[in-house]
Nanobody
Framework: QVQLVESGGGLVQPGGSLKLACAAS????????MSWFRQAPGKEREFVAA????????WYADSVKGRFTTSRDNGKNMVYLQMSSLKPEDTAVYYC??????????????????WGQGTQVTVSS
């Protein structure tokens, strides 16, 4: 049974940093595109970041480029999202996802078959 469990969310002030973690079980992240999505209140879920181990490539939404970094620890089967210079508009529930997306579909929810339950990130003073 595949499980993705996010952790590390919380309340942070604007300009602050937070690191999210996603623990995977039931699959090897080596073989999957691992991504982060987020959903703000009243909005649709949107792509944040993705990585593919086999190519070493990463992808980022324009809104987070230069501020967020996704990384992996294949030995621990974990994925991370380091978030810096956080803004109030980054407030959302953040989800980890695993899929066999190809490059052209990597930003689409439909490319991912496995999802975590999400972790809340609130950026507020």
């Amino acid at each position: 049974q595949v499980q993705l469990v996010e952790s590390g969310g919380g309340l942070v002030q604007p300009g602050g940093s937070l690191k999210l973690a996603c623990a995977a079980s039931g699959l090897s992240i080596n073989n999957y595109v691992m991504s982060w999505f987020r959903q703000a209140p009243g909005k649709e879920r949107e792509f944040v970041a993705a990585s593919r181990w086999t190519s070493g490539n990463t992808w980022y939404a324009d809104s987070v480029k230069g501020r967020f970094t996704t990384s992996r620890d294949n030995g621990k089967n974990m994925v991370y999202l380091q978030m810096s210079s956080l803004k109030p508009e980054d407030t959302a529930v953040y989800y980890c996802a695993a899929g066999r997306a190809i490059t052209s579909t990597i930003r689409f929810e439909s490319a991912y078959s496995n999802w975590g339950q999400g972790t809340q990130v609130t950026v507020s003073s």
